[in-house]
């Protein structure tokens, strides 16, 4: 007889390079070692899924779990938690906490505390500065570094590469692919009059589309002098779409639920819980971001999910702080959109797991197929669930999609054939992992 697996993940309709079709998943030592009809093999745990969708494990490739200094926001346990539980299986963490992660001591620190504490697979952004670009090299090669985090606007926090000097001699330093907030510093300087004390709508006037615009097109020109791969982040307008598209070949991006779900109309009814840096703007810049999902031109989702306290968010505009949960909400909102047809669910698992796998070369991880991780989140397509403040696993405990009702929701979050997650109950104990890149330390 064959030697029994550990974990076989039976009936459930699997998405993967093969398609969409029912299949079984035989799972040993944390990874998957055979997909197919494995009713006649043994296993020391059988999940059934019958009537789910077993997708690859939900990458959210960009998260901002404030730890440490910031922990009355968030912490790596909360954050993680609130992952797992919306179906999410690794994340990427930002560098502006504090102190900021820009030393080689600092990303160890936050290994340190992720390890036994997170329930999710983890990777931490390095944060790149004016100062430490001779560090960038080895940081990016670092274990447990998912590359370069460079921020062209400021945005919370106090990381700002904003002069072209600085951010040429960033893209010069390394190899990996930099990620970047791409809004152009001078003109949020030029613009702060145009904010209106009390009124959240102005946000996008100050953060206004040029700003995105004029950077990025800024930016592109730097990477293709240094000849570096470019990542960038939460795009916001439906100008820069094209710009993208042009740029392919050394361009990557990713767009956020928010803007792809909330319009500036929402800021009457939602206020400052929706202030975001780059801005929710009106609905035809949500409506060309999702033409870029149709046509290729965006390659991943990442949540930006970025929480503050009620108290924090609650103060009057422009006092108010610019960020919202959001890794919990990520499946459900976009599965939402799916059986609404915006998208479809292979396009959906491309900019979920397969994009991250692809544009970061991350290691065993975005695939349901054999010798890769057994990181499945299991979806049930057709529950209809509302979404409320009450299910939220962030230390805030607020959405801004709270009273929404969405069809399709997380069943279960597996990772390395770990049942982290099932039936909106976190029954798995922390043991999240560094995630692994092949461009990673080879030394």
Not at 7 to 26: C, E, M, P, R, S
Not at 44 to 54: F, M, P, Q, R
Not at 222 to 239: K, M, P, Q
Not at 385 to 410: A, F, L, M, N, Q
Request: aromatic letters at 6%; proline letters at 5%; hydrophobic letters at 35%.
């Amino acid at each position: 007889m064959p030697a029994a697996f550990d974990l076989i993940v039976k009936n459930g309709t699997v998405v993967n390079q093969d398609g969409i079709g029912h299949a079984d998943i035989g799972v040993t030592n944390g990874q998957i070692e055979a997909i197919g009809d494995l009713g006649h093999r043994d296993a020391g745990e059988v999940i059934d899924a019958t009537g789910l969708h077993i997708l690859p494990g939900v990458i959210d490739s960009q998260v901002h779990f404030r730890e440490p200094g910031m922990e009355h926001k968030e912490d790596l346990a909360s954050g993680s938690r609130a992952a797992v539980m919306g179906g999410v299986t690794a994340v990427f963490e930002m560098p502006n906490t504090k102190p900021l992660t820009t030393t080689a001591d600092a990303l160890a620190d936050k290994i340190d505390r992720a390890t036994g504490r997170m329930f999710c697979d983890f990777a931490f952004y390095f944060g790149a500065t004016a100062e430490n670009t001779a560090d960038l090299p080895d940081a990016e090669r670092l274990p447990g570094s998912a590359g370069i985090k460079m921020f062209m606007g400021s945005s919370t926090g106090d990381l700002l590469v904003d002069k072209t000097e600085h951010v040429r001699k960033v893209l010069a330093s390394g190899r990996r692919r930099v990620a970047v907030h791409s809004e152009e510093e001078d003109r949020l300087i030029e613009r702060m009059p145009l904010r209106r004390a009390g009124d959240p709508s102005s946000h996008p006037e100050w953060r206004d589309v040029e700003a995105a615009v004029l950077c990025t097109r800024r930016l592109i020109a730097l990477a293709r002098e240094t000849n570096r791969r470019v990542h960038v982040l939460h795009i916001s307008t439906g100008d820069e779409i094209p710009i993208l598209a042009a740029n392919k070949d050394l361009i990557t991006s990713e767009a956020t639920p928010h803007h792809l779900t909330l319009c500036a109309e929402d800021y009457a009814r939602l206020g400052t819980y929706i202030q975001m840096n780059p801005p929710v703007r009106d609905a035809s810049h949500r409506d060309r971001i999702w033409a870029g999902i149709a046509d290729g031109t965006i390659d991943v989702l990442g949540s930006d999910h970025a929480p503050h306290t009620r108290e924090e968010k609650d103060k009057p505009y422009p006092d108010s702080p610019s960020g919202m949960t959001g890794v919990q909400t990520l499946v459900p909102i976009m599965l939402d959109h799916v059986n609404a047809g915006r998208l479809s669910l292979e396009r959906f698992v491309d900019l979920t797991s397969h994009g991250p796998n692809r544009i970061f070369n991350i290691a065993r991880k975005g695939r349901i197929a054999a010798g890769y991780d057994a990181d499945f989140t299991v979806v049930d397509l057709k529950a209809r669930r509302e979404i409320t403040d009450g299910w939220i696993e962030s230390k805030p405990g607020w959405t801004p999609y709270h009273g929404k009702t969405v069809t399709g929701w997380p069943r279960g979050t597996i990772i390395r054939g770990r049942r982290m997650m099932w039936d909106d109950e976190i029954i798995g104990e922390a043991g999240g992992a560094p995630v692994q890149f092949s461009e990673g330390w080879t030394g």
